[in-house]
């Protein structure tokens, strides 16, 4: 399925099939805003290829044959050292387990949990479909606990009776919310009276105006799984993560880590291990901070001009941006009329699942502010012209609030931009909130002030 209308009938299903996001990665588009990349032109080609060189010349014969089902063990080193050193966890690198990703990580622990009797592992919500998917293909119930602004609510939790949780607490997604130091504690006490964690630290190192908080797994050694990949610090293509487990599922891990493959391929192992102990990823890092911060700046003001009734969410880390709208339409609605318009983006009710207002989840890591700019002004295109978005032509960002008003920039390409969807398509789709009025197109006070912080 790549044409656009086929995709766009998939975008509009209540809920997506397992091969959406395939789907939607193959639907052409001219400004892809999807979540869950880092900025792929600045992969560090020439160092892995100088890394790549210099261990193809010191390999042995023997190397080359099958090797430890859990890793080779100069990544596990080099894994222990970059926990240490970046996400606070000390950790023994004979208890690492290297794996194609988290998603792998997560397809062996759903194994392993199954195993262990663990039938249902609660998730955040909104929280990553893609997730929810990889746990419900191992069996596994995923009931919803919600999100506020402190992170996942462990009352919440607790009053779910499930027995395990997965969570992203450094940054979580899709809102972009820290876990509060109030919560983690709550979240401590839960596992220490026998709940288990799963951690996905995902996108945790790209944290734009303080370190990042130390992972769960630092404090909860016997109490969290904890998974982490190089997905969003190298790219995804190269299916190249790490799982630690408390110590009575070790042997659990291995054997399913043997059994789906036999272990990762070599060659990648040993240049990430060269890569890691020699400072080059702290460095592609900092680097891709920069660029990010600078990219993220352009969205926000994107956003600004374009979207005046969005409220952004999770500016302060990550690759992406999550806005919501205070009015009443189907985001899948938008995000099809969207990539009929040659832009590409989430709908935030993909990624939710109870009723949440409309909202897209946007990924600005992988774009150029040029191309940013014009996603969103797509979009804004697209919202002006349909009568529930709450946005009205003329009236752009926080204007209002200062009791002034200032003309909307004009939108070349406005005249014939149509919503997709009908509009009984639209209300049929349609998601009641608490706001369900459409409210007047000024940010709230929670983007303003986060706005203000980060510039
Ligand atoms: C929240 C979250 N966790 C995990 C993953 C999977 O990451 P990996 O490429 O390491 O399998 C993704 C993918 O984007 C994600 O969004």
């Given at each position: 399925m790549t044409n656009v209308s086929s995709m766009k009938t998939a975008l509009k299903a209540s809920a997506p099939d397992a091969d959406i996001f395939e789907s939607l990665r193959a639907a052409p588009a001219r400004i892809d805003l999807s979540p869950?990349?880092?900025?792929?032109?600045?992969?560090p080609r020439t160092a892995w290829l100088r890394a790549e060189r210099a261990i193809l010349a010191d390999l042995?014969?023997?190397?080359?044959?099958y090797g430890d089902p859990r890793g080779a063990p100069a990544l596990r080193r080099a894994v222990a050292n970059w926990l240490a050193r970046n996400r606070g966890i000390r950790v023994e690198a004979s208890e690492v387990v290297i794996v194609a990703g988290t998603a792998q990580a997560l397809g062996l622990l759903t194994r392993v949990l199954g195993d262990d009797g663990i039938g249902a592992v609660a998730v955040e919500d909104p929280g990553s479909l893609g997730v929810r998917q990889h746990l419900r293909n191992g069996q596994l119930d995923t009931p919803p606990i919600p999100v506020d602004s402190h992170g996942l609510r462990v009352d919440a939790l607790r009053a779910s009776g499930a027995p395990a949780v997965l969570l992203t607490p450094a940054h979580q997604f899709p809102t972009g919310v820290v876990l509060g130091g109030r919560r983690r504690r709550e979240l401590m006490q839960w596992a220490g009276a026998g709940g288990l964690i799963i951690e996905d630290d995902y996108d945790a190192e790209h944290r734009y105006d303080r370190p990042p908080v130390p992972a769960l797994r630092s404090m909860l050694a016997q109490h969290v799984c904890y998974a982490g990949s190089v997905s969003k610090l190298l790219a995804p293509a190269l299916r190249v993560g790490w799982v630690l487990v408390p110590p009575r599922y070790s042997d659990a891990l291995v054997a399913a880590k043997r059994f789906a493959d036999l272990g990762n391929a070599i060659l990648p192992q040993l240049v990430l291990a060269q890569l890691m102990e020699s400072g080059q990823l702290e460095r592609q890092l900092r680097l891709l901070r920069r660029r990010h911060r600078h990219r993220r700046d352009a969205m926000i003001e994107a956003i600004r001009t374009h979207l005046p009734g969005a409220v952004v969410h999770g500016?302060?880390?990550?690759l992406h941006l999550m806005i919501t709208f205070q009015a009443e339409f189907a985001d899948v609605d938008l995000a099809a009329a969207a990539l009929a318009h040659g832009v590409k983006v989430q709908p935030l009710s993909w990624h939710s699942q109870h009723p949440n207002q409309p909202g897209l989840v946007l990924g600005y890591a992988a774009n150029t502010p040029t191309d940013i700019s014009q996603g969103v002004a797509t979009l804004g295109n697209l919202l002006r012209r349909h009568p529930d978005s709450g946005i009205q032509p003329g009236i752009v960002d926080g204007s209002r609030r200062r009791g002034r008003r200032r003309q909307a920039t004009s939108c070349p390409?406005?005249?014939?931009?149509?919503?997709?969807?009908g509009l009984a398509a639209t209300r049929a789709l349609r998601r009641r909130t608490a706001s369900s009025t459409a409210s007047m197109p000024v940010l709230r006070d929670g983007c303003r002030s986060e706005i203000t912080a980060i510039r």
């Open positions: 869950g990349v880092p900025d792929l032109a600045a992969f042995s014969a023997s190397d080359l044959g500016a302060a880390a990550g390409g406005d005249s014939g931009v149509q919503w997709d969807a």
